[in-house]
């Protein structure tokens, strides 16, 4: 049985016309959702590789509206739903609402910025519902009942959950703690349509069969990364799409 994923790349890398074909090998492959990270010089969420990846992107001359330019490219070849990640000073710099406006004119289905909570968000949650779009709030495994009670309030579409705490990268082991956190969105969510993500250190098929039944996608970043800077930025289509044949 094939699953749902959602395939995390870098805008800009390994440059700027690769990252086409990075979407296009995990569209290709069979990809539920695109989620395209808009490189920033001082992360924190991201692990070594995404990191490099970003690094490289800036050093490529990567700006926002290459972004979406980009995101246009995306668009002339496919419909899959394309989820725009970020981090809060990007929206800053370019003003939340024109930023998020510039989303919805590129038909983008959402945006996951893990540094604005839902209750400090500089109208993130509220514009982008304005704009038909959904913010994605991130809950990690750390948060209190109320605080997730508080969430699931807001009734979000999607709900990114990070299977650990700390970064990016270092592969997960899922067993029942991090099992226990996705009953615990679940039983909260009751009857709310919430569909979750869950990601952080997703690399292998065991731990996307073993996800299944309890998440509506898995997220799958770094993998992807680490696969096209052991090909030294080359090949990129191949290598990417046979890493998805291996995750699907």
């Given at each position: 049985?094939?699953?749902r994923?959602?395939?995390?790349m870098?805008?800009?890398?390994?440059?700027?016309?690769?990252?086409?074909?990075?979407?296009?090998a995990?569209?290709?492959?069979?990809?539920?959702?695109?989620?395209?990270?808009?490189?920033?010089?001082?992360?924190?969420?991201?692990?070594?590789?995404?990191?490099t990846?970003?690094?490289?992107?800036l050093?490529?001359?990567?700006?926002?509206r290459?972004?979406f330019?980009?995101v246009?490219?995306?668009r002339?070849?496919s419909?899959?739903?394309?989820f725009?990640?970020?981090?809060?000073?990007t929206?800053l710099y370019?003003?939340?609402?024109?930023?998020?406006?510039?989303?919805?004119?590129q038909?983008?289905?959402?945006?996951?910025?893990?540094?604005?909570?839902?209750?400090?968000d500089?109208g993130?949650?509220?514009?982008?519902?304005?704009?038909?779009?959904?913010?994605v709030?991130?809950?990690?495994?750390?948060?209190?009942?109320?605080?997730?009670e508080?969430?699931l309030?807001?009734?979000?579409?999607?709900?990114?959950?990070?299977?650990r705490?700390?970064?990016t990268?270092?592969?997960?082991e899922i067993?029942?703690?991090?099992?226990?956190?996705?009953?615990?969105?679940s039983?909260?969510?009751?009857?709310?349509e919430?569909?979750i993500?869950?990601g952080?250190?997703?690399?292998?098929?065991?731990?996307?069969d073993?996800?299944?039944?309890?998440?509506?996608?898995s997220?799958?970043?770094?993998?992807f990364?680490?696969t096209?800077?052991?090909?030294g930025?080359?090949?990129?289509?191949?290598?990417v799409?046979?890493?998805?044949e291996e995750?699907?």
């Open positions: 049985m094939k699953h994923l959602m395939t995390h870098v805008a800009y890398y390994p440059d700027g016309a690769s990252s086409v074909k990075v979407a296009a995990m569209i290709d492959g069979g990809s539920t959702y695109l989620e395209i990270q808009f490189p920033f010089s001082d992360p924190t969420s991201d692990g070594p590789a995404i990191q990846a970003c690094t490289q992107a050093e490529n001359g990567f700006k926002v290459l972004g330019e980009l246009s490219s995306i002339a070849i419909d899959i739903p394309i725009i990640m970020c981090y809060g000073n929206l370019s003003g939340v609402e024109a930023f998020i406006d510039r989303c919805a004119q038909g983008v289905q959402g945006l996951i910025v893990p540094d604005l909570p839902f209750d400090y500089e993130l949650f509220r514009l982008s519902e304005k704009h038909g779009m959904s913010a709030p991130v809950v990690a495994p750390t948060i209190g009942p109320q605080r997730l508080s969430i309030r807001t009734e979000p579409r999607f709900l990114y959950a990070a299977l705490k700390g970064i990268g270092k592969i997960t067993g029942d703690d991090n099992i226990g956190f996705l009953r615990r969105i039983t909260a969510a009751g009857k709310k919430i569909r993500l869950a952080f250190g997703i690399s292998h098929r065991e731990q996307i073993l996800l299944a039944t309890h998440v509506h996608a997220i799958v970043g770094s993998a990364v680490r096209i800077i052991e090909n930025g080359k090949g990129v289509y191949a290598a799409k046979h890493k998805m995750l699907i």
